[in-house]
């Protein structure tokens, strides 16, 4: 039975526009956020929704932990309807949004998670445990008795993270967790995620513009654009779908190179930098890098499956 199911899903906004020319004038237009979105996650399962900028991701997720009401459909997340906000129902989720904090600004670390443990009537035993295992997973014990104020944004996204653990949540929303992160500190929450997600058994829904966050995390992804679902599977399918054809990579050593390359039969091929990119289909792959073996050097030569953002690219450029 799946732990978060819904069903057409729609949500759409009024956008009120006045014009001081014509002060008793107002032009309303409709702007479809989320449209007829169905959904089915089983426990457990790690999903990740890929989209441009107003997409509708943060919308849907804002609709399933309770935020946000829908214009049309239905959702059930355990059993509750998440916009009901049941009390039972908010103490088994969390939702943890990169550009927003959910912990108090001037206060240390330390005090909003003792506030936490009682809104959320988290036992001591549990509490200490859960909070413990954080600090050492997330290497935050220097942390707690900091402000928020003067944290940095890692510091800070390990903090809410944290915070957002410390009752056990059964389900759990990620709107963009590593958003402006540096590489060290997006490798410890993505650690950090995965851990709670195999051992936890903890069901995720994450949103992010990183490819690297979805290719480590996630199984299943869902490509979002104009409110609606295009792909619903997995990476692999997912490339086999959009982008059946090979990467050749040359990487060009020199001016001669370049035009060595530029002068290749070859016609969708492309020179970045001092690197030449060529899209093969695999009919025609044989015929392609026998040419390109008889103009440059075995090492210097790459064929790769096509790059996940690439394809992600070329799917938003389809809508």
Not at 32 to 40: I, Q, R, T
Not at 149 to 174: I, Q, T
Not at 234 to 245: G, I, S
Not at 248 to 273: G, M, P, R, Y
Request: hydrophobic fraction near 40%; charge should be positive; include cysteine.
């Amino acid at each position: 039975m799946a732990i978060i199911e819904s069903n057409k899903i729609t949500k759409k906004y009024i956008k009120t526009s006045y014009d001081i020319r014509r002060p008793f004038r107002v032009e309303r237009e409709e702007k479809v956020a989320v449209s007829g979105f169905d959904l089915e996650i089983e426990k457990g399962e790690f999903v990740g929704f890929l989209g441009s900028n107003g997409a509708g991701k943060t919308t849907f997720l804002k609709i399933l932990s309770g935020i946000m009401h829908p214009t049309s459909g239905t959702a059930k997340v355990m059993g509750y309807t998440p916009w009901e906000r049941d009390y039972r129902y908010l103490r088994q989720m969390a939702i943890v949004m990169g550009q927003k904090n959910q912990l108090w600004w001037d206060l240390p670390a330390i005090d909003s998670y003792n506030l936490l443990q009682a809104i959320y009537d988290i036992p001591d035993s549990r509490y200490k445990k859960n909070l413990e295992m954080m600090m050492e997973v997330l290497d935050m014990k220097d942390l707690l008795g900091k402000r928020l104020r003067n944290m940095s944004l890692g510091e800070r996204m390990k903090c809410e993270l944290a915070a957002s653990f410390l009752h056990d949540p059964k389900v759990v929303f990620l709107d963009e967790p590593t958003i402006g992160l540096d590489v060290v500190s997006s490798r410890s929450i993505r650690k950090f995620l995965k851990m709670m997600n195999e051992e936890q058994k903890c069901t995720f829904i994450l949103t992010s513009h990183y490819i690297g966050d979805i290719e480590e995390l996630c199984k299943r992804v869902l490509i979002i654009t104009k409110g609606e679902k295009v792909y619903d599977g997995t990476l692999l399918k997912l490339k086999e779908r959009y982008a059946p054809n090979k990467r050749i990579e040359v990487f060009l050593q020199n001016l001669e190179d370049k035009k060595t390359f530029a002068h290749l039969s070859v016609k969708e091929k492309k020179i970045e930098e001092n690197k030449g990119i060529i899209y093969a289909d695999k009919s025609a792959l044989g015929e392609i890098t026998k040419e390109v073996f008889s103009k440059f050097s075995l090492e210097n030569i790459l064929i790769s499956d096509a790059d996940t953002e690439e394809i992600i690219r070329k799917i938003f450029g389809q809508k």
